[in-house]
């Protein structure tokens, strides 16, 4: 599956918590994710928080 965020800006950890989330539902079920289309600074924010969110 490939989420295109061309035309959006990852603000916060919890639009990187929702990416996570959604990551983690296809991956249970055997799909892969690709998250396409970040600016620089929206992919900064999700590599270095991206798994990093987990709620407990």
């Known amino acids: 599956m490939r989420i295109d965020l061309t035309n959006a800006h990852i603000w916060d950890a919890s639009s990187v918590a929702a990416l996570d989330a959604v990551e983690t539902k296809y991956a249970a079920r055997g ?11 929206s992919a900064e924010l999700h590599k270095s928080l991206a798994g990093r969110l987990a709620s407990h």
């Open 31 to 41: 799909k892969m994710v690709t998250v396409v289309g970040l600016n620089e600074r």
